[in-house]
T-cell receptor, first 117, second 116 residues
Framework: AQKVTQAQTEISVVEKEDVTLDCVYE???????LFWYKQPPSGELVFLIR??????QNEISGRYSWNFQKSTSSFNFTITASQVVDSAVYFC??????????????FGKGITLSVRP | DTAVSQTPKYLVTQMGNDKSIKCEQN?????MYWYKQDSKKFLKIMFS???????INETVPNRFSPKSPDKAHLNLHINSLELGDSAVYFC???????????????FGPGTRLTVL
């Protein structure tokens, strides 16, 4: 069975600080997909990134970067120079059975990030 | 412009009532899902439909009945509502397109259900 652990529950930083959100996953599949979603106070779920298990290249998108390490089963998310608008709940998710109709997202419990001015 | 839409956004009702939540996607996706987010923000899959066919039913009480009239719609009907059904329900859709890489799920805005 697949499992996603986000050990941090709440993080509070001051604007412009860098912050890393941790995600550890468990799966028996050799092929799987990892995701990060953002849920701002308005409540919608916003897709941020997808990473395939066979692609360990790190990714940077503006102030966001992701570090995928299969050896430690981790997919961490770093926000550089945080801003108040980054305040949200961030979910890491895992999908096995890629490309099939049985694909479902298993979510971690989420990390509440508060960025203070 | 809306990709995945849900109605209503808020639903307040009495215990024992029957209610429905509608979901529509205009992304041309072939798979749709329902997720439940509880008061602690935990998100869990309930159902998935692929081309109108039920694929995943994640041990959801049979008071919950999804209905997919076509690929673009997946509605959720709930009978005999209970207090514990209070939650935010999210609809999502994706395009399952092997052998290409798996495509992400896009979520609707959510429906906050409150059972009194």
């Amino acid at each position: 069975a697949q499992k996603v652990t986000q050990a941090q529950t709440e993080i509070s930083v001051v604007e412009k600080e860098d912050v890393t959100l941790d995600c550890v996953y468990e799966t028996r599949d050799t092929t799987y997909y990892l995701f990060w979603y953002k849920q701002p106070p308005s409540g919608e779920l916003v897709f941020l990134i997808r990473r395939n298990s066979f692609d360990e290249q790190n990714e940077i998108s503006g102030r966001y970067s992701w570090n995928f390490q299969k050896s430690t089963s981790s997919f961490n998310f770093t926000i550089t120079a945080s801003q108040v608008v980054d305040s949200a709940v961030y979910f890491c998710a895992l999908s096995e059975a890629p490309g099939g109709a049985n694909s479902k997202l298993t979510f971690g419990k989420g990390i509440t990030l508060s960025v203070r001015p | 412009d809306t990709a995945v839409s849900q109605t209503p956004k808020y639903l307040v009702t009495q215990m024992g009532n029957d209610k429905s939540i509608k979901c529509e996607q205009n992304l041309g996706h072939d798979t749709m899902y329902w997720y439940k987010q509880d008061s602690k923000k935990f998100l869990k899959i309930m159902f998935s439909y692929n081309n109108k066919e039920l694929i995943i039913n994640e041990t959801v009480p049979n008071r919950f009945s999804p209905k997919s009239p076509d690929k673009a719609h997946l509605n959720l009907h709930i009978n005999s509502l209970e207090l514990g059904d209070s939650a935010v329900y999210f609809c999502a859709s994706s395009l399952i397109d092997p052998p290409r890489a798996y495509n992400e799920q896009f979520f609707g805005p959510g429906t906050r259900l409150t059972v009194l």
